[in-house]
């Protein structure tokens, strides 16, 4: 049978998917971004009709993944292997998008899996590496989450990852009030700087599309390597205000929708001038909203990584 027809008769049928998650099953994981990027992911596979659930990382490994058609391993901060039969064959196939940290990828970990992507335009080998960046989901991230100008006048939600993360600091620096929601904070900023050590996932949006400005920073090795973070994807979805630090292909992404500095006096710049002529106004932020939302959207990630799972299966 030609490729073509196996891959007709194998596109009719949905498939099972496990999307495995980086972060930790349970409570724990409600804080963290990638548990709710496995399970806006895994709504957008099944509204193309395929069967699909959130693994934690606990369960990437178990038995249970031989029943599946596709395993897609959410690559974070953990090496995950391939289930294998003895023979070294597997009627699933194993995936990996890795979203983050890929400084931590091993040297033998690519060729494990049957296909491979990165949240980034320019890392990895295009032989090897198709590149996949992170996404919104618009149907919770959109201008109608949240009245805009009501809310913080500037706000970061996110952990201080152990370090005075230079944006805040900056920010701080420069006069800015800013709104931080995040654990670890204490350690840094007085107690009447800090709004919570958690802002829930749900209200996310409309505190974004309220905001006055939502300030953004990467890790700085997934700056270089250009795997722009999640936030700016939600935020700009939104039609919020958006600063960040400089990330490789960051402006042939968000072009002007998300500005960018280096040192306080930028930065000061930025946050003190007149907000639509720095920003742009209502209607050319609502276009960039619209533009995240058509370009950069879960559901145009899953018909991708659908495609791929049917060339790879009618190929064997």
Same mark, same amino acid.
């Given at each position: 049978?030609?490729?073509?027809?196996?891959?007709?008769?194998?596109?009719?049928? *949905?498939?099972?998917?496990?999307?495995?998650?980086?972060?930790?099953?349970?409570?724990?994981?409600l804080?963290?971004?990638?548990?709710?990027?496995?399970?806006?992911?895994?709504?957008?596979?099944?509204?193309?009709?395929?069967?699909? $659930?959130?693994?934690?990382?606990?369960?990437?490994?178990?038995a249970?993944?031989?029943?599946?058609?596709?395993?897609?391993?959410?690559?974070?901060?953990?090496?995950?292997?391939?289930?294998?039969?003895?023979?070294?064959?597997?009627?699933? $196939?194993?995936?990996?998008?890795?979203?983050?940290?890929?400084?931590?990828?091993?040297?033998?970990?690519?060729?494990?899996?049957?296909?491979?992507?990165?949240?980034?335009?320019?890392?990895?080998d295009?032989? +090897?590496?198709?590149?996949?960046?992170q996404?919104?989901?618009?149907?919770?991230?959109?201008?109608?989450? &949240?009245?805009?100008?009501?809310?913080?006048?500037?706000?970061?939600?996110?952990?201080?990852?152990?370090?005075?993360?230079?944006?805040?600091?900056?920010?701080?620096?420069?006069? &800015?009030?800013?709104? +931080?929601?995040?654990?670890?904070?204490?350690?840094?900023?007085?107690?009447?700087?800090?709004?919570?050590?958690?802002?829930?996932?749900?209200?996310l949006?409309?505190?974004?599309?309220?905001?006055?400005?939502?300030?953004?920073?990467?890790? *700085?090795?997934?700056?270089?390597?250009?795997?722009?973070?999640?936030?700016?994807?939600?935020?700009?979805? $939104?039609?919020?205000?958006?600063?960040?630090?400089?990330?490789?292909?960051?402006e042939?992404?968000?072009?002007?929708?998300?500005?960018?500095?280096?040192?306080?006096?930028?930065?000061?710049?930025?946050?003190?001038?007149?907000?639509?002529?720095?920003?742009?106004?209502?209607?050319?932020?609502?276009?960039?909203?619209?533009? +995240?939302?058509?370009?950069?959207?879960?559901?145009?990630?899953?018909?991708?990584?659908?495609?791929?799972?049917?060339?790879?299966?009618?190929?064997?």
């Amino acid at each position: 049978m030609k490729l073509g027809a196996l891959f007709s008769k194998s596109a009719s049928k *949905p498939l099972r998917w496990s999307v495995v998650a980086p972060s930790p099953k349970g409570e724990a994981g409600l804080v963290w971004g990638d548990t709710w990027f496995a399970a806006d992911l895994v709504e957008a596979l099944r509204r193309q009709g395929q069967d699909a $659930t959130v693994v934690h990382r606990g369960g990437a490994e178990a038995a249970a993944r031989d029943r599946d058609d596709v395993v897609l391993v959410l690559r974070g901060l953990r090496r995950v292997r391939p289930r294998r039969t003895s023979s070294g064959g597997s009627a699933t $196939t194993w995936m990996m998008w890795i979203i983050s940290h890929p400084e931590l990828i091993e040297p033998d970990e690519l060729a494990e899996y049957d296909s491979v992507f990165a949240a980034s335009q320019s890392w990895g080998d295009p032989e +090897v590496v198709t590149p996949l960046l992170q996404a919104t989901n618009p149907q919770r991230f959109n201008p109608q989450a &949240g009245v805009p100008d009501t809310g913080d006048d500037l706000l970061f939600v996110g952990s201080t990852r152990g370090t005075f993360r230079p944006i805040i600091k900056d920010a701080f620096a420069v006069g &800015g009030d800013v709104a +931080v929601y995040g654990v670890g904070w204490e350690t840094f900023l007085a107690p009447n700087q800090i709004r919570a050590d958690h802002l829930p996932n749900v209200e996310l949006p409309a505190a974004y599309a309220a905001a006055g400005v939502v300030l953004n920073d990467h890790w *700085p090795q997934m700056a270089a390597d250009g795997f722009l973070s999640n936030r700016l994807f939600d935020a700009v979805a $939104t039609g919020a205000r958006v600063v960040s630090d400089r990330a490789r292909g960051l402006e042939s992404v968000f072009g002007t929708s998300v500005r960018t500095y280096e040192g306080t006096e930028e930065l000061r710049s930025l946050l003190t001038g007149e907000r639509d002529g720095v920003f742009g106004d209502h209607e050319e932020r609502l276009a960039a909203a619209a533009h +995240v939302a058509q370009l950069h959207s879960f559901d145009e990630r899953a018909k991708v990584l659908i495609e791929r799972a049917q060339v790879v299966r009618a190929a064997r």
